[in-house]
């Protein structure tokens, strides 16, 4: 895993001096090597941060160039089948020479072959480059399929020195002397709603996130012209050509053109694909290890990751002090039965707090998904060993795993009837009971009890009370589930420059989700295409990337998305439980009493520390003269919503973590 950067100009003017500082920001992504690559004439250069996965000698250095000099490339990620990919282009080119074994060479190479789609077509893994083309002097830059590793680009300077800049991080672009950092007050809108920041926005003005699938071409004759709205990918922008390589919404209809209906044949399947993914993924020149919370995504990676190997796998996990939130337990009887070598950090609130004036340096922008503190503690206790890490990420999105999922529709078909104003009433009814009351009734109803319990019932009874207040059809009841904010612009101060709107999200724009009728099918593609690269996998890559861990996902291999899309619904969710194929497999290796539980998440107990040791640092942070001073929240609202949470009369903590955390991130820049 690397950090890559680069600068296309009108002029090479202190391009080292530039290249130097990208590195140096982004020398947790690869502390092993560095270099540069540069083209004055063409006013263009590439930097390269290397975290050496394959191929430990000079012979995978980046920049690297193409055998025939005239592509170049930095690249960061991991091509899983690139031995695969060498052997047919053996059968094609005889007389090709390898110089090493890196899978860049061999992207390269395939490139060179088939040109850059085809290749891309026969790669699995994940990754983000940019490539010159000297001969035709054009500059691609692309993405993998789901959107794995990163990829931030845009225009900075004046009309007469303009610059094209692209980076695996903000802060690298930031490096640039002509960066201006003007905060984007649609962006800001989209963070408060969905606690991160969806591409192809970022949080700057002109800086963007290239979406995934997509690549991105440029030649000179339009460098100085960046595109006159958002850029997005199918869409034709002045200057600027983005196209979408791999389009999801298309493999998601030809899959389901092909559904397997035969529920052997699907566990067969579906079991056999993901060994392979986690064979393919298991390869590395450093050592490897996995991620165990305990729950059903990642015991299975770690069962069938363990079923083909000789030696136990290393194990990593991580334990807390409040035993609401501590699902080390589980994670350490999983290991046992399977025999791992099994690694538990045990983590003091302390530690956890420790965390929190890092957040806005690994992020880069705001984000406020909280399960970001513990992803990174596991990361770092996870590096003190290997270097390579799979995680069970994305099984939640390929085989319905959200409570959502489960009795989204369901609740809707029962609240449709009544009047909105009723259902206002019920709705704050239901976000009026204080915590106690709520978690006393369900404790008296044994809702967390149950193999398919709830837990922290009082957090998601406030949550739903919230939504019913404003739903008024299904699509907009999943809009409000994975909103924070309902109406973003009500806590924001406009200065009244000019009219803001909440520019609309891929929730809205997704033309395929209108045309699945499924409700729980509809949700999970808008969960992959939304929540999924820019929440979860933006989570794991800056937690691990900021220790110099690569982290690695079996379920986003292509071929087992592609699989799971092929699955009817009732091989997913059954006896209102999600994963039903995914429960069934893992029961081969793990007895059924070590797994069922109700899900809980990867969470902490923010909420509390608001009230106790994180109140001074938030009180601080939600200051109402600081708040008016900078221009971005209307105090009145923060405030209301602070003094409401210390009060106990609500459980605001996304709600504030947001606000925090953005406050954080602005004292950090």
């Known amino acids: 895993m690397c950090g890559i950067a680069g600068i296309y100009a009108s002029s090479y003017y202190k391009h080292d001096e530039i290249l ?34 394959l191929d430990l000698s000079p012979a995978g250095s980046q920049p690297m160039t193409s055998k025939n000099n005239n592509l170049v490339i930095t690249f960061n990620g991991e091509i899983y089948n690139h031995m695969d990919i060498r052997s047919e282009l053996k059968k094609e080119q005889n007389d090709i020479v390898w110089q090493g074994h ?95 920041v969806p591409a192809p926005r970022s949080i700057y003005r002109n800086i963007y996130k290239l979406e995934p699938g997509s690549m991105l071409t440029l030649t000179k004759d339009h460098l100085f012209e960046p595109p006159d709205n958002i850029p997005k990918a199918g869409i034709k922008h002045r200057g600027v050509d983005i196209y979408q390589w791999w389009n999801i919404e298309e493999k998601i209809k030809k899959s389901s053109q092909k559904i397997i209906l035969s529920e052997k044949e699907a566990l067969h399947k579906t079991e056999k694909t993901l060994i392979n993914a986690i064979q393919l993924q298991s390869i590395a020149d450093v050592p490897l290890g996995a991620f165990l919370s305990g729950g059903i995504d990642s015991s299975l990676i770690v069962a069938l990751m363990q079923s083909i190997r000789s030696n136990p796998v290393s194990t990593y996990t991580i334990g807390f002090e409040e035993a609401d939130f501590d ?83 369901r609740v809707w078909e029962i609240i449709k009837w009544i009047p909105m104003p009723m259902r206002q009433i019920i709705g704050k009814l239901m976000t009026s009971l204080p915590e106690s009351s709520l978690n006393n009734i369900g404790s008296y109803l044994r809702l967390d009890q149950k193999d398919d319990g709830i837990n922290r019932l009082s957090e998601k009874i406030y949550k739903l009370g919230d939504k019913l207040k404003t739903v008024s059809d299904v699509d907009s009841m999943y809009k409000s589930l994975v909103s924070e904010w309902a109406n973003p612009l009500e806590v924001m101060l406009n200065d009244n420059s000019y009219k803001l709107e909440e520019p609309l999200s891929k929730l809205e724009e997704s033309l395929l989700s209108k045309s699945i009728e499924n409700v729980p099918s509809r949700m999970m593609l808008l969960d992959t295409i939304t929540y999924l690269p ?24 292509h071929r087992v998305a592609t699989t799971a899309w092929q699955l009817p619904n009732n091989m997913k969710i059954r006896n209102n439980k999600g994963k039903w194929i995914l ?26 520390w608001l009230r106790g040791p994180l109140r001074s640092w938030a009180e601080e942070l939600l200051d109402e003269h600081r708040l008016l001073e900078e221009g971005y929240f209307n105090a009145d609202v923060v405030r209301k919503v602070w003094l409401e949470h210390l009060e106990r009369k609500k459980d605001n903590v ?4 947001s606000i925090l955390m953005f406050q954080s991130w602005l004292d950090n820049q």
């Open 327 to 409: 699902e080390s337990v589980f994670a350490k009887k999983v290991a046992k039965h399977l025999g791992t070598d099994h690694n538990e950090m045990r983590v003091t609130s302390s530690m956890a707090m420790d965390v929190i004036p890092k957040l806005p340096e690994l992020y880069d922008e705001p984000f406020a998904d909280s399960s970001q503190i513990p992803t990174h503690l596991v990361c770092k206790a996870a590096r003190q060993d290997v270097t390579v890490a799979l995680s069970g990420d994305a099984g939640d999105e390929l085989f319905a795993g959200y409570n959502r999922y489960l009795w989204g529709d």
């Open 102 to 196: 890196s899978d860049t060479e061999t992207l390269l190479a395939a490139i060179q072959h088939w040109g850059i789609e085809h290749a891309l077509n026969m790669c699995v893994g994940m990754f983000a480059f940019a490539l010159w083309d000297k001969k035709n002097k054009k500059l691609t830059i692309a993405r993998d399929r789901f959107g794995e590793k990163p990829l931030y680009y845009g225009w900075i300077g004046s009309k007469h020195n303009k610059s094209f800049i692209f980076a695996s991080e903000l802060k690298a672009i930031k490096e640039h002397p002509d960066f201006n950092a003007i905060i984007s007050k649609e962006s800001l809108a989209q963070y408060l709603r969905f606690l991160y």
């Open 583 to 608: 429960r069934e497999i893992l029961y081969k290796y793990v007895p059924r009493d070590l797994i069922e539980r109700p899900k809980s998440g990867f969470a902490l107990p923010i909420s509390n």
């Open 534 to 557: 820019d929440d979860i996998l933006c989570k794991v890559d800056r937690a691990a990337m900021g220790c110099s861990l690569e982290t690695r996902v079996p379920f986003l291999d």
């Open 654 to 657: 996304h709600k504030l973590w």
């Open 20 to 53: 130097n500082k990208m590195i140096e920001v982004m020398n947790h992504r690869g502390p092993d090597a560095n270099g540069s690559w540069s083209d004055p004439k063409n006013n263009l250069s590439f930097c390269h941060t290397r975290l050496s996965i």
